[in-house]
């Protein structure tokens, strides 16, 4: 079966949720699957609840559990370097039928990789290996290289209205 590119992208909620809906499908088919998660860190609700495929799901997070403001620091480049690298043996290797780049748009966006490395990511997938890239800002070269790309649009948000991020909803 061929693997196809995704992007999930846009200003609106839904782009992380919608990636682990696509992990749960593959888990349920059998796939071995690896969701790196740029720019985060620490434990997210879903972590919790994925655990439970850990003969099949392997989690990574390549962060430092801080939202970046302004410039990056150096420790974000080295993190999201490391990234790369690891994540560019796991697509060569096709052991993991899904590969899911969460943020790494956002990644692109701060420069802590470029789009040139994430288009080499692309090209390094074994055959077969389905890649699913999230995050806003998705850039228009890699948008015109995907098979799927999905825009999210925010409408309406309660976070506009100073609600934070709830436990079980959005962490």
């Known amino acids: 079966m061929k693997g196809y590119v995704q992007v999930y992208t846009g200003d609106g909620k839904g ?3 919608a990636a682990i809906g696509l992990a749960i ?6 796939w071995r699957v690896f969701f790196a ?3 985060k860190a620490g434990e997210y609700s879903e972590h919790k609840a994925l655990a439970q495929f850990s003969d099949h799901l392997t989690i990574r997070t390549y962060g430092r559990n801080v939202f970046i403001k302004g410039e990056p620091e150096e420790e974000d480049r ?6 790369y690298q690891e994540i560019a043996e796991i697509l060569a290797s096709g052991h993991h039928r899904l590969v899911i ?3 790494a748009n956002v990644a692109v966006h701060y420069g ?3 789009v ?7 090209d390094r997938r074994a055959e077969g290996v389905e890649l699913l890239i999230t995050g806003r800002y998705a850039h228009s070269r890699l ?3 995907a098979d799927l790309v999905t825009e999210m649009r925010g409408v309406k948000h309660y976070f506009d209205r100073g609600i934070k991020a709830r436990v079980g909803v959005e962490k």
Do not use: H, S, V, W
């Open 37 to 39: 998660q740029f720019l």
């Open 116 to 122: 040139d490395q994430i288009l080499d990511l692309i």
């Open 25 to 30: 499908r593959a888990l349920g088919a059998g």
């Open 101 to 103: 780049l969460d943020e």
């Open 112 to 114: 802590l990789i470029t």
């Open 15 to 17: 782009k992380t949720t």
């Open 143 to 145: 948008i015109e290289r």
């Open 78 to 83: 080295r993190l999201a370097q490391e990234a």
